[in-house]
């Protein structure tokens, strides 16, 4: 998250390893881009962001496209190179972690698995494919990874053991 004071003459530029450009011109919005995740996004919460990337365009050529966001706007470019463009972001929720809150609405497994190990500094091994096809809801303040995981396991078929501080997760035997 960042909020930077505006300064037309010296404009902040923020670059991320996978290749997108953020210039700013004062104002307040969050990037998220991590390496293992397939998509990087930027949410504008004020002022007025342009962002630059490099996509597959016609043809599978890489052309650089720019985008300059308005506030509440939140834009997701996918490793494929097609960027989504969502109107009217409920901005309070993409910054539910600097609450300390950890947020899940309808969220796939997969995306639950990386934020709970980002949260809580733990390896999560997937045992199962199947768990994958699972969606969970939850909001979290002060919980611990057991007791998330026990919320997970008394709303879904999904079980999980921990061994050697690893959790793995599997659907339970019925």
Do not use: C
Request: hydrophobic letters at 40%.
């Amino acid at each position: 998250f960042f909020e930077v004071a505006k300064n037309p003459d010296r404009p902040m530029v923020v670059t991320t390893s996978k290749g997108m450009t953020v210039k700013v011109l004062g104002t307040k919005f969050h990037i998220k881009s991590y390496n293992n995740d397939d998509s990087e996004q930027a949410t504008l919460f004020t002022g007025k962001i342009q962002l630059a990337k490099e996509v597959k365009g016609q043809g599978g050529r890489l052309e650089q496209r720019t985008i300059e966001m308005i506030p509440n706007e939140t834009v997701i470019f996918r490793r494929n190179g097609v960027e989504l463009i969502s109107h009217n972001t409920d901005t309070t929720k993409k910054v539910a972690w600097k609450r300390g809150e950890l947020l899940f609405e309808e969220t796939p497994v997969s995306e639950v698995v990386k934020m709970l190990e980002r949260w809580h500094g733990m390896v999560i091994v997937v045992s199962d494919n199947a768990v994958l096809r699972h969606k969970f809801t939850g909001s979290f303040n002060s919980e611990s990874l057991v007791q998330i995981l026990e919320l997970l396991k008394y709303t879904s078929p999904i079980d999980y053991s921990i061994i050697n501080n690893i959790v793995y997760l599997k659907m339970r035997k019925i």
